[in-house]
């Protein structure tokens, strides 16, 4: 087995004794490989041994890895995770079949507007800045209702659910905290009518505690691919200056 394969099969392991301790079905939750930074040949392993949703923070980067292995394998899913300026939409709309970081209307509805006539709605989730951190994006969780409501009649996406990315924090008790919020942010939706069915929420460091609070999407890089170049290097900065 490839390095990436035996790791891809400890984090199912993760996922299913996380799910079966929580009380849930170990299907309610699905691995999204987050593999940004690292290149199609990477991803190509990944799906060697059975893995088929990707996520990734860069747009140009992104779309090379798209296009490399379209004709390689069928029924992958791309899921864009990463903060979406608005010179960037069409690409996420053209190319990917999931965005979870969606955060101000004016996203959404470029999104929605170009999203070609040929694909499936976009499937989307609002990304909560549920630890209320300055430097975090993000919508506020006082003003999710309004925004949930207003994607949700928007003709070309589809609203799933929440996402989000809490503060580091140590242990599982302190970690489940954030998660038990958004979880509950997201209920409220449900109870007032929208069929929302998704949670992003939980990566590398934290998916158990995200897993006990509910998560159906767990996001996990390094666990995976193994650690990332530092930030701001290589594709995060070849992304700004493009
Ligand atoms: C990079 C990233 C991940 C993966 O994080 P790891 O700690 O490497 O598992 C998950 N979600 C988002 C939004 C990311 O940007």
Redesign the pocket.
Known sequence: MSAIATHLHDVRRQIHDAALRAGRAPADVQLLA?S?TFGADAVREAIDAGQHAF?E?YVNEAIDKITALHTWRDGLEWHF??PLQSNKTRLVAEHFDWV??VDRAKIAERLSAQRPAECAPLQVCLQVNISNEASKSGVAPADVPALARQIATLPRLRLRGL?A?PAPTGNIQAQRVPFRALRELWQALRDDGLPLDTLSMG???DLEAAIAEGATIV?????IFGA?PPHGTQAAAQETIS
């Open positions: 987050v940004k996520g923070n995770i990463g979870h970081s996402m990315i990566m590398s460091a996001r996990v890089g390094t666990a990332r």
